[in-house]
């Protein structure tokens, strides 16, 4: 049974305009990169044909940092969850053009993918970089980052593994680390907000918004060891 099929979700499918060279890299592409949804386990030793630390990133835009990150670490594996076309042509584009081996796409909303596609204790890491902050307040209830959701992504990490979020809103930021925080299998790594992690580049965006004073707030947490309560991971979404 489908118990989350009624939850909000936290994008927009935008007609957004795909160019060219986006539309011909994703046709090219995503028959050898992308990963189709499908409600079943997913097996990535298979995928990658290797067995090597494995990291989730939901939402990665058009796809720079990600293709930065994954060719600054070839000894991990990526898997980039993102809805809108151009994006996910851009990131193919980049793969294609960087020669890399060890990035994945799929093509759907993250909380159907995480909660029907991912196994529990399955990535080191999770990344989640500038979402959609929905800024007005009657719209918070969208933003992605709700105890649900989190509960979720816990139970998807092994023990150790770390979920990483950035955001350059102060409100959002605030509400991530209460979120967080109250993940009781949660660990944060810093007293409130941590220095950017040295694999997270600085994006065109963020270094324009920086000149301007706009501050960026990285949340690095942890999972604890053996203190995951698995039931959260069933919580009805939102």
């Known amino acids: 049974m489908n118990r989350m099929a009624g939850h909000i979700r936290s994008f927009v499918l935008r007609q957004g305009r795909v160019s060219k060279a986006q539309r011909r890299y994703y046709d090219e592409m995503m028959d050898k990169v992308g990963i189709p949804y499908a409600p079943s386990p997913l097996d990535f030793d298979a995928l990658f044909g290797r067995a090597a630390p494995r990291i989730l ?48 796409i799929i093509q759907h909303d993250a909380v159907e993918v995480l909660r029907d596609m991912i196994p529990s204790e399955s990535f080191d890491g999770v990344h989640i970089f500038f979402p959609d902050p929905w800024p007005k307040a009657r719209h918070h209830k969208r933003r992605l980052l709700q105890p649900p959701l989190v509960a979720l992504l816990a139970d998807r990490l092994k023990p150790g593994g770390y979920i990483h979020c950035a955001t350059d809103w102060e409100n959002y930021a605030e509400q991530i680390l209460l979120v967080l925080s109250a993940e009781p299998s949660l660990r944060n790594t810093a007293d409130a907000y941590a220095p950017r992690p040295a694999y997270r580049p600085l994006t065109k965006f963020e270094q324009r918004g920086l000149r301007l004073g706009h501050g960026v707030r990285d949340l690095v947490f942890r999972r604890a060891d053996g203190e995951l309560l698995g039931a959260r991971a069933s919580h009805p979404l939102f």
């Not at 930065?68 to 000894?75: T, Y």
């Open 57 to 104: 990133e939901i939402g990665f835009g058009m796809g720079e940092t990600s293709a930065a990150i994954a060719e600054a670490s070839p000894q991990n594996d990526y898997i980039g969850v993102e809805v809108h076309t151009p994006g996910v042509g851009s990131l193919c584009k980049l793969i294609a053009e960087r020669g890399l081996s060890n990035q994945r």
